[in-house]
């Protein structure tokens, strides 16, 4: 990422809309797309902060920003937290990202300039730092979280319209969507201290809701397949595994022993029907994180290296594109 290339959004990033080279190196993505979002820390009277804009720092090395974005979260009166990080999320595709405007009103822009601004009472009136946002793989349905003393539903939008799709229950903490975006997956606390299970419909629809076994509980995050009821979560450690889990059968369906790159486990994500895609990061001290991504054959359990990144080393938090 030796090219610095600062753009304004609107026009600046259909500009960026360029065939893929070899650099890119992205199977996944089909052209040149977001590998993950930064904002940059500053040291102000002794404490580090957020300042700056959102930069968005592409496939091809060339970087681009979110002028409109806010990078410091709001409270729920307006005025700023000062110190607290305003939520970002980038789809798995790399071609959309959700953010809130500086006008604080809900937002999905694409990577062709365009921008979708949601209705002023999409979202209830809370701090922005308890929102958290999630984008399917393909940016086509957001979800968003709120992480308040008192529950609040899970809202599910559709991210072209804007429309309002369903809602899932507050409390719960949302693992993601499945591979198609047709379904989300959440954990949440079950009878007798266990976690359960709970799969929905973008709808809200509860579909399967399970126990699973604790090698599955205990090492998280999971993540959904397409078929909205297939879980893929690895064991970390000197053994690494692949673990298979069936909500409708509650059954572990697979292991597949793994041979991983070093780093810890940030994301898991289903990126095809035998296929699970895995980042995984590095905190050397002193130097800019790193990260690996790696694809998983499901069936076989060989590994492959999809790409491998530094982060800006001035980078305050990071949201990836997933996927």
């Not at 960026?16 to 890119?24: G, I, N, R, V, W």
């Not at 050397?284 to 590994?303: C, H, L, R, S, Y």
Request: glycine share 12%; with cysteine.
């Amino acid at each position: 990422m030796k090219l610095r290339i600062t753009v304004a959004i609107a026009a600046g990033l259909a500009a960026l809309m360029t065939a893929p080279t070899a650099a890119q190196a992205a199977p996944h993505h089909e052209h040149d797309g977001i590998r993950y979002a930064s904002v940059k820390g500053c040291t102000v009277k002794g404490e580090q902060r957020p300042c700056g804009k959102w930069r968005l720092m592409m496939h091809s090395g060339e970087k681009g920003s979110l002028p409109d974005a806010e990078t410091i979260a709001r409270e729920a009166n307006g005025k700023s937290s000062v110190t607290q990080v305003a939520p970002i999320a980038v789809s798995g595709d790399g071609q959309r990202v959700a953010y809130f405007t500086k006008a604080g009103r809900l937002a999905v822009r694409t990577m062709s300039g365009g921008v979708k601004v949601f209705a002023k009472d999409a979202l209830p009136r809370v701090a922005q730092y308890n929102v958290t946002f999630n984008l399917s793989d393909d940016g086509g349905r957001l979800a968003a979280v709120f992480g308040t003393a008192k529950a609040v539903k899970t809202r599910i939008f559709d991210t072209a319209t804007g429309a309002l799709l369903g809602t899932t229950p507050g409390g719960q903490t949302m693992l993601g969507f499945s591979a198609d975006g047709g379904e989300l997956l959440t954990d949440t606390a079950g009878d007798e201290g266990v976690t359960d299970l709970i799969a929905y419909s973008e709808s809200g629809e509860q579909l399967f809701r399970t126990t699973p076994p604790q090698i599955v509980s205990s090492n998280t995050p999971q993540a959904l397949s397409g078929d909205g009821r297939t879980t893929a979560n690895v064991v970390m450690g000197a053994k690494p595994q692949l673990i298979l889990y069936d909500l409708q059968t509650d059954q572990v369906t697979a292991r597949r022993k793994l041979k991983l790159p070093t780093g810890d486990l940030l994301m898991v994500d289903w990126t095809g029907e035998q296929q699970v895609t895995l980042h995984l990061v590095q905190y050397p001290e002193g130097k800019a994180n790193k990260m690996t991504i790696v694809q998983i054959d499901t069936g076989t359990g060989a590994v492959k290296v999809r790409d491998h990144y530094s982060l800006l080393k001035d980078s305050y938090v990071f949201a990836a594109c997933g996927g």
